[in-house]
């Protein structure tokens, strides 16, 4: 019995053959560069604002639901409105009270009295700002009086 061969197939010319060797040639390229382009468009950084992913998931979740805001950016914002209807006096009893309450608002104590202290310029002028200074977060609200006055 005498089997048929094919020499076309058999020598390695197939069209099987040739779409292996392209993708063989073309796939590492393609993965390769895939690769690099997903690396550049990860936030390494951190900021959010820089990153194409994050502003299209920014994008999708604005459709869906406000944006979630931190606990020392609403605390922040109420305490600079205390210190408009009040004095900054209140203002910075509520700041130390709010971290003695919730320690985890420490790391931002210093940069919440700062924003008080330089809103207080801006209400009080520097030296009435400067009367309501106390030893709240490390003298961060005189920092700030100071940052502002200059």
């Known amino acids: 019995m005498k089997h048929s061969t094919n020499q076309q197939t058999r020598g390695g010319r197939g069209p099987a053959r040739r779409i292996g060797r ?23 950084s951190g900021n959010p604002s820089n990153s194409v992913l994050a502003a299209s998931d920014a994008t999708l ?11 020392q950016d609403v ?10 209807e009040k004095n ?13 309450d919730r320690p985890s608002l420490a790391k931002h104590c210093v ?28 003298t961060s609200f005189a920092t700030g009086v100071a940052a502002a006055h200059s």
Do not use: F, M
């Not at 979740?61 to 606990?71: G, N, Q, V």
């Open 22 to 44: 392209s993708l063989a040639l073309v796939l590492p390229v393609v993965l390769v560069l895939s690769g690099t382009l997903a690396v550049t468009r990860v936030n390494w």
């Open 61 to 71: 979740s604005d459709a869906k639901a406000p944006a979630a805001r931190t606990a």
């Open 75 to 84: 605390l922040r914002d109420q305490l600079l409105t205390e210190l408009q």
């Open 88 to 100: 900054p006096g209140v203002a910075l009893t509520h700041l130390q009270e709010a971290v003695n």
């Open 111 to 138: 940069s919440i009295a700062r924003a008080l202290g330089r809103a207080a310029v801006r209400v009080y002028g520097p030296t009435g700002a400067q009367s309501y200074a106390r030893p709240v977060c490390d």
